[in-house]
């Protein structure tokens, strides 16, 4: 039995006043439903040390959006795994659709991410999904192999003992429009049969997110297909009432 994970991808909102109320009824309204589902939220680097303060006992984790793939050095503006693991992140977001398009991080780059941040003991949440264009194309599938193919040869297939996947389809990121239960289920199923491939007792506890426009009013639905096993959540996870209503869905 995979417990269900939601996290929230605050991206680049928030500020230490709404923050706070944010976190406070957040912590209040899930402190009960930690049984059957795990929550985290995944903030912007400069709150870690706040957000620490509020959630540390609590049964919500935090993390970060974004790591450097280097240790340390002269990369200025870059934050490194170590710092992150100085304020105790559980989580770090890798290869978001956003980092790949907007910041141009590759699939070799995304995969020594990935790398810096299990050496370090950080889960990743490794992100993939297609274009609207890939899927039009018919080319989904192909995408979505080569996005795990480029961890597999360079990490290997034990990466994904400890890590997450979160698949995201670029088209449904932001825009409202969430792909439906079963279009998410087939590319989770199929997500889970390329691991499975190389190591099935590791695809078989492998958590598999979906990411794209989750709401209070769809969530449900997504998480209870058979390969779906909680959600990494934008826009809505900057409500409360919207982020609690989902992560209760998700412990039903
Ligand atoms: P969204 O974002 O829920 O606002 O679509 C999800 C994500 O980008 O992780």
Redo the contacts with the bound molecule.
């Keep these: 039995m995979r417990k269900k994970l939601v996290v929230g991808?605050w991206?680049m909102h928030g500020n230490l006043l709404e923050n706070r109320q944010l976190l406070e009824s957040v912590v209040t309204n899930v402190s009960n439903m930690h049984e059957k589902a795990q929550f985290a939220v995944c903030v912007p680097f400069p709150y870690l040390p706040s957000v620490q303060a509020m959630l540390q006992n609590t049964s919500v984790s935090w993390g970060a959006q974004n790591l450097s793939q280097f240790d340390k050095g002269a990369y200025t503006g870059e934050v490194s795994s170590g710092m992150l693991v100085d304020f105790a992140c559980d989580f770090v977001?890798v290869g978001?659709?956003?980092r790949r398009s907007i910041y141009g991080e590759t699939n070799e780059v995304v995969a020594e991410k990935c790398a810096a941040a299990q050496r370090a003991g950080i889960t990743p949440i490794l992100?993939v999904g297609e274009t609207y264009e890939q899927r039009e194309a018919g080319i989904t599938e192909k995408i979505i192999k080569e996005q795990l193919d480029a961890i597999i040869q360079s990490i290997g297939i034990d990466f994904f003992n400890q890590a997450v996947i979160?698949y995201?389809p670029v088209w449904?990121?932001?825009?409202g429009k969430t792909a439906s239960p079963q279009q998410a289920q087939d590319v989770h199923a199929f997500i889970r049969k390329i691991i499975a491939n190389q190591n099935s007792v590791i695809a078989d506890v492998l958590l598999i997110l979906y990411?794209?426009?989750?709401k209070a009013s769809n969530a449900q639905e997504l998480f209870m297909m058979p390969d779906i096993d909680g959600g990494?959540?934008?826009?809505?996870?900057l409500v409360a009432d919207d982020f609690v209503a989902i992560c209760r869905a998700a412990s039903q």
């Design positions: 991808n991206k977001i978001h659709s956003e992100c979160a995201e449904a990121i932001g825009t990411g794209g426009s989750v990494l959540i934008g826009g809505a996870s």
